[in-house]
């Protein structure tokens, strides 16, 4: 029974480059979370998908940053164009449906470093 | 927007000792959670809170939801190096909708 994966654990890109960070849910999880942690900070919430669809993207930046969770296949977010300040641990979460939202799992992150 | 104050942010015991620490919030939630996060790993859901004055309990790890519904507390007896990590709060407004607010934290560090 495998737990949210995320892929790769760590990646460093340049400044310029762009950064792709894919999450597979748990078996039988519909709905994706992706949050952004700064050193010594909680997590902040960027964006919620379900298959196929954008429901919330409220903490996401507008530029730049873009996520999607395709009918097959990972989760996908995008960062375009990446600046030091986007170095932070990504962290992506499902849950089985809306309702037990609260469920959320998280997986292992992804450690981005912008050099 | 809603906020999360976690306290203390950090706290150093020993071995053995009993650990609280708790959290408040400028709105109403209607679910507390708290997760411990180990370092390089992701948050692990330790106890959720869905209604007013619950006191839940996950072996040593005690969590009850403020009958204020602004405000939760955890509490850790008998503390074991295992211990160690960041324990965060987070709380869901009353909506399905609402995402889930996260504290910043409470490091918990063990003397040996």
């Known amino acids: 029974n495998a737990g949210v994966m995320q892929n790769p654990r760590h990646l460093v890109r340049r400044r310029g480059q762009e950064a792709r960070l894919r999450c597979s849910p748990m078996k039988g999880h519909s709905h994706v979370y992706w949050y952004r942690q700064l050193p010594e900070e909680g997590l902040k919430f960027m964006v919620y998908?379900?298959?196929?669809?954008?429901?919330?993207e409220s903490g996401m930046p507008k530029e730049r940053f873009s996520a999607e969770f395709p009918k097959e296949g990972p989760s996908i977010l995008r960062i375009q164009q990446v600046v030091r300040g986007d170095s932070a641990a990504y962290f992506c979460?499902?849950?089985?449906?809306?309702?037990?939202?609260?469920?959320?799992?998280f997986g292992p992150g992804t450690r981005l470093t912008v050099t | 927007g809603q906020q999360l104050n976690q306290s203390p942010q950090s706290m150093f015991i020993q071995e053995g000792e009993d650990v609280s620490m708790n959290c408040t919030s400028s709105s109403i939630f209607n679910t507390w959670l708290w997760y411990k996060q180990d370092p390089g790993e992701g948050p692990v859901l330790l106890i959720a809170?869905?209604?007013?004055?619950e006191l839940t309990s996950n072996g040593r790890l005690t969590a009850q939801f403020g009958i204020t519904r602004k405000d939760s507390f955890l509490n850790i007896s008998a503390s074991i190096p295992s211990d160690v990590g960041i324990y965060f709060c987070?709380?869901?407004?009353?909506?399905?909708?609402?995402?889930?607010?996260f504290g910043k934290g409470t490091r918990l560090h063990i003397l040996p």
């Open positions: 979460a499902s849950s089985p449906n809306q309702v037990s939202s609260y469920e959320q799992y």
């Open positions: 809170l869905y209604k007013a004055g």
């Open positions: 987070a709380g869901q407004g009353k909506n399905r909708d609402d995402k889930i607010i």
């Open positions: 998908l379900q298959k196929e669809n954008i429901i919330d």
